[in-house]
């Protein structure tokens, strides 16, 4: 099993920058599939980002494409979500997800969620 706890959230302006983090513990990160997803008030839960075990490969939401990066540290067990020019429709709690297979961009394909991050841009 993994236990995932994200952290980096926060209150930032419309253009500004956040990185969000996700440590893994347990069983070590390295063997899982990683995700962003994020849930907005009233809204569902949507899929942001997701990289493979080795790092090598990445799936982005739409709206997200070349304004978040996703990457993964798997000496520290960490994953990271660099957010730029954020807006504010990326309000939401970002969630990080892992499963065990490969790449996937929907929520019920994850196994292991952490808590969540609140991230909120203000206009």
């Known amino acids: 099993q993994a236990q995932l706890v994200e952290s980096g959230g926060g209150l930032v302006q419309a253009g500004g920058s956040l990185r969000l983090s996700c440590a893994a513990s347990?069983?070590?990160?390295?063997?899982?599939?990683m995700a962003w997803f994020r849930q907005a008030p009233g809204k569902e839960r949507e899929f942001v980002a997701a990289?493979?075990?080795?790092?090598?490969?990445?799936y982005y939401a739409d709206s997200v494409k070349g304004r978040f990066t996703i990457s993964r540290d798997n000496d520290k067990n960490t994953v990271y979500l660099q957010t730029n020019s954020l807006k504010p429709e990326d309000t939401a709690v970002y969630y990080c997800?892992?499963?065990?297979?490969?790449?996937?961009?929907?929520?019920?394909?994850?196994?292991?969620w952490g808590q969540g991050t609140q991230v909120t841009v203000s206009s």
């Open positions: 997800a892992a499963r065990g297979g490969p790449l996937a961009r929907t929520s019920i394909a994850y196994v292991y």
């Open positions: 347990g069983r070590t990160s390295r063997t899982y599939t």
């Open positions: 990289i493979n075990q080795s790092g090598d490969g990445t």
